[in-house]
């Protein structure tokens, strides 16, 4: 069982729609807990970072987590097409970092 | 403010041969990670380097080893290149101290022919 999993998708939603990604795992040690926006040909760019269970919001983005169930997620509100890209969780444990394989969205206009 | 950059950003080798990729740390971090990302799976963890020594290191051979430098720049040398090598080798950085976030460079992209 790997230790963080992510469905991979293609999730493909119109523009404005929310978008829902979702992370589950199984080592209940996971201190924080973040996600990564890659685009094509680029590394991932930091999005949110929490390390408590609950909701942390930061613009059209709010990060979910659930430690009781081992379970996180990201929405996002109003999606652009810019939001076009791959969506990794990474969960994070004594400084060493764990990811999912990441979900592609592609939102069309 | 400069982030994480990495150099080269390609580089095409031949099984057996060795190669070393760079990483300069984005402003103010003194801690850098190495992870290897195959095609459409998340980034793996290589190993991390601290004050000059490895600290932490992922399920990867003595084929890939890696340096850091006083400047906190680092390195990351793979020998006896596998076709199994070829991928994106992401270098990401941060501060020790606290359970801070790692910024990611863009990466430099590994074919092995």
């Known amino acids: 069982q790997k230790e963080v999993e992510q469905d991979p998708g293609p999730l493909s939603v119109p523009e404005g729609a929310i978008v829902s990604l979702n992370c589950t795992y199984s080592n209940s040690a996971f201190q924080y807990f973040m996600w990564y926006r890659q685009y094509s040909r680029k590394g991932p760019e930091l999005l949110m970072y929490t390390y408590s269970s609950g909701n942390k919001e930061d613009g059209r983005f709010t990060a979910q987590v659930d430690k009781s169930s081992k379970y996180i997620s990201l929405f996002i509100r109003d999606s652009q097409p810019s939001d076009s890209a791959t969506y990794l969780c990474?969960?994070?444990?004594?400084?060493?970092?764990?990811f999912g394989s990441g979900t592609k969205l592609n939102v069309k206009p | 403010d400069a982030g994480v950059t990495q150099s080269p950003t390609h580089l095409i080798k031949t099984r057996g041969q060795q190669v070393t990729l760079r990483c300069s740390p984005k402003s103010g971090h003194d801690t850098v990670s190495w992870y290897q990302q195959a095609l459409g799976q998340g980034p793996q963890f290589i190993f991390q380097y601290y004050e000059e020594e490895e600290r932490q290191r992922g399920n990867f051979p003595d084929r890939f080893s890696g340096h850091q430098f006083p400047n906190y720049s680092s390195e990351l040398n793979v020998n006896a290149l596998l076709l199994g090598d070829s991928a994106l080798y992401l270098c990401?950085?941060?501060?020790?101290?606290?359970?801070?976030?790692?910024?990611f460079g863009d990466g430099t992209r590994l074919s092995i022919l």
């Open positions: 990474a969960m994070g444990l004594e400084r060493k970092f764990y």
């Open positions: 990401a950085s941060s501060l020790m101290s606290g359970n801070q976030p790692q910024h």
